[in-house]
T-cell receptor, first 119, second 108 residues
Framework: GAGVSQSPRYKVAKRGQDVALRCDPI?????LFWYQQALGQGPEFLTY????????KSGLPSDRFFAERPEGSVSTLKIQRTQQEDSAVYLC?????????????????FGPGTRLTVL | KNEVEQSPQNLTAQEGEFITINCSYS?????LHWLQQHPGGGIVSLFM???GKKKHGRLIATINIQEKHSSLHITASHPRDSAVYIC??????????FGTGTSLTVIP
């Protein structure tokens, strides 16, 4: 049906607050990616799920960042004790197949992003 | 760490001009994608390349695997082409790296 959706679209948090960002991928998509995009920069990889398995979390900047996709569909990115440097747009993308099926050769569909501002 | 480099960073063109955006990468890849990002953040995939050349309307994308280089061309540019164009490369492990983007402004 619809494309990738993310919520909330905008989030303002006070430093030290915990936030949770949601991603609804396209139904049936195996791969789900989280990216962080700072102002004026390209997206940077945070983590990757193939179904419910988190296969790569090497891009998560600290242990304050945690992501899950418990049923292999909706995913949540949680940031604990937010800091000002966490301010960015958080993008979610999904694609039809996983890494073992040549995932890089398939189109990623991006959500609109969540703009997080930490005061 | 700059696995993907794009040039130019900013580009202003007159309507109708032919535009080229370049991308060089340093990692082994399975595929390269060109993305378009409009103000407000929405990203759309334009092309996926693993070899050769693809054309879609006024857009042409080429890749030279040996030289680790790709170009995106826009013929007969139009103000609605104004956007940020991002080069993205992916490897067999589904790891993706992005360039910082080329901000294109086409003036009527």
């Amino acid at each position: 049906g619809a494309g990738v959706s993310q919520s909330p679209r905008y989030k303002v948090a006070k430093r030290g607050q915990d936030v949770a960002l949601r991603c609804d991928p396209i139904s049936g998509h195996v791969s789900l990616f989280w990216y962080q995009q700072a102002l004026g920069q390209g997206p940077e990889f945070l983590t990757y799920f193939q179904n419910e398995a988190q296969l790569d979390k090497s891009g998560l900047p600290s242990d304050r960042f945690f992501a899950e996709r418990p049923e292999g569909s909706v995913s949540t990115l949680k940031i604990q004790r937010t800091q000002q440097e966490d301010s960015a747009v958080y993008l979610c993308a999904s694609s039809l197949v996983g890494a073992t099926s040549g995932g890089a050769r398939h189109t990623q569909y991006f959500g609109p992003g969540t703009r997080l501002t930490v005061l | 760490k700059n696995e993907v480099e794009q040039s130019p960073q900013n580009l202003t063109a007159q309507e109708g001009e032919f535009i080229t955006i370049n991308c060089s990468y340093s990692v082994g890849i399975s595929a390269l994608h060109w993305l378009q990002q409009h103000p407000g953040g929405g990203i759309v995939s334009l092309f996926m390349l693993s070899s050769g050349k693809k054309k879609h309307g006024r857009l042409i994308a080429t890749i030279n695997i040996q030289e680790k280089h790709s170009s995106l061309h826009i013929t007969a540019s139009h103000p609605r082409d104004s956007a940020v164009y991002i080069c993205e490369v992916g490897n067999t492990g589904n790891q993706f790296y992005f360039g910082t983007g080329t901000s294109l402004t086409v003036i009527p």
